[in-house]
Nanobody, 118 residues
Framework: VQLQASGGGLVQPGGSLRLSCAAS????????MGWYRQAPGKQRDLVAV???????NYADSVKGRFTISRDNAKNMWYLQMNSLKPEDTAVYYC?????????????WGQGTQVTVSS
């Protein structure tokens, strides 16, 4: 199983970006799809995640600006980021729990850089 994150880049403050994560491989079921970020010198933190019940949780710092969505048929999920701020600059990672028919395992994507700067 592999997770591939994409969509990062350089954007001015107030701008928008849309990140995508595609899961591929032996996937029977997938849950807890989410996004995390890690700024230089800081720990990796939750940005947004779908709970096992299907609801979306967000970090307080991104509520009202970021929206997580998903396409279950394609095993893809997205992070729409609006009103970006310099403090949103980080490497963004996607993560999910995947059942391959035998067991559940936790997977991370490789990360995509988001830089918010004028």
């Amino acid at each position: 199983v592999q997770l591939q994150a994409s969509g990062g880049g350089l954007v001015q403050p107030g701008g928008s970006l849309r990140l995508s994560c595609a899961a591929s491989g032996s996937i029977s079921s997938i849950n807890n799809m989410g996004w995390y970020r890690q700024a230089p010198g800081k720990q990796r933190d939750l940005v947004a995640v779908f709970t096992s019940g299907g609801s979306a949780n967000y970090a307080d710092s991104v509520k009202g600006r970021f929206t997580i969505s998903r396409d279950n048929a394609k095993n893809m999920w997205y992070l729409q980021m609006n009103s970006l701020k310099p403090e949103d600059t980080a490497v963004y990672y996607c993560r999910a729990g995947v059942f391959d028919g035998r067991r559940w395992s936790d997977y991370w994507g490789q990360g995509t850089q988001v830089t918010v700067s004028s």
